[in-house]
């Protein structure tokens, strides 16, 4: 893209118009503009914004980690401010899904938890070891899922949960041994009925199958993942220019006891220095929490 002092002007003035304290990157030719916006749970989101170089004439591409992305409305008087907003009122539609995905793993054993995004739509969940159950309770109706065998007669399932309608029944298939498999299709065309919309998810998903379900499996607080408070992953990319640091878990925490928000000190040190109030002395950035806007302070290293 060609850098004219006018489209540059431009594309700052949409920014402040935003507000440089939610910006997150800046390409260096203009190219795209990422930015963190919170929603009503305070979960954080990411939005790139690409410019194509015949903006503001020719509307933006727009990417995020959500189920599925909103229709922009452009016109060319629109501005960058009008592509925040309505993702905000994107997200406000989908705050039932997280919310149904969030009870999901909470109540139930979700497998390769590492591995999801606010994007993700389906759940792999360990229902038990099926022979145990089958002598416990011999009618197993089954929802709409996926089952995989670990072990034996041991099985799991396989959510899809609709992104607009997530209190609905969910999609699924079956994997398994072709008797798992057949007595497990059988219970579920008996049991479909007994879905409710008002129930959660994990007492819907027990009444079907007619069992107890496990739950989360236990683990030590210091063994937890939490999630970066800035780019919402819990473990870094996988990076030769993050140097040690690459693929780490969030190393930094908020001092103040009311927010005590986690973050990469890579991803930390990158929004500082997008801050203009930020002052730097030697190797240490100080600045400003972007939750709480308790003074916080990250020493910052050299990348390969």
């Not at 997530?166 to 497990?184: D, I």
Request: net charge neutral.
């Amino acid at each position: 893209m060609a850098l004219t002092s006018s489209f540059s002007r431009a594309i700052y003035s949409e920014i402040e118009e935003i507000g440089w304290e939610h910006l997150v990157r800046l390409a260096e030719d203009l190219s795209f503009v990422t930015f963190r916006v919170v929603d009503k749970k305070e979960r954080v989101h990411v939005l790139e914004i690409l410019l194509d170089k015949s903006y503001p004439n020719c509307p933006p591409s727009v990417s995020a980690d959500v189920p599925y992305l909103f229709n922009l409305e452009w016109s060319t008087n629109s501005r960058l401010k009008d592509v925040v907003k309505q993702f905000r009122q994107h997200l406000e539609k989908l705050q039932q899904f997280w919310s149904t995905v969030e009870d999901i793993d909470q109540s139930l054993w979700v497998s390769n938890t590492a591995q999801l995004h606010r994007a993700t739509s389906f759940r792999h969940i360990k229902i038990g070891n099926l022979f145990l159950v089958q002598i416990l309770t011999p009618i197993i109706p089954l929802l709409v899922c996926e089952i995989f065998c670990f072990s034996g007669n041991d099985c799991s399932v396989i959510l899809s949960i609709r992104a607009n309608e997530p209190r609905s029944l969910p999609e699924c298939r079956f994997l398994g041994s072709n008797e798992n498999v057949n007595l497990l299709r059988d219970k579920w065309r008996r049991n479909c009925n007994k879905w409710s919309k008002d129930k959660p998810f994990a007492e819907n998903l027990a009444n079907l199958l007619e069992c107890q379900l496990p739950g989360p499996p236990g683990f030590e607080k210091n063994d937890q993942q939490i999630e970066c408070g800035i780019c919402y992953s819990q473990l870094l990319p996988v990076d030769d220019e993050l140097g040690p640091k690459s693929g780490g878990r969030t190393d930094y925490t908020c001092e103040n006891s009311t927010c005590s928000k986690a973050f990469h000190s890579v991803c930390l040190g990158d929004w500082l220095r997008s801050i203009t109030t930020t002052r730097q002395s030697f190797d240490v950035l100080f600045g400003n929490c972007p939750y709480c806007s308790q003074p916080v302070a990250v020493k910052i290293g050299t990348r390969k």
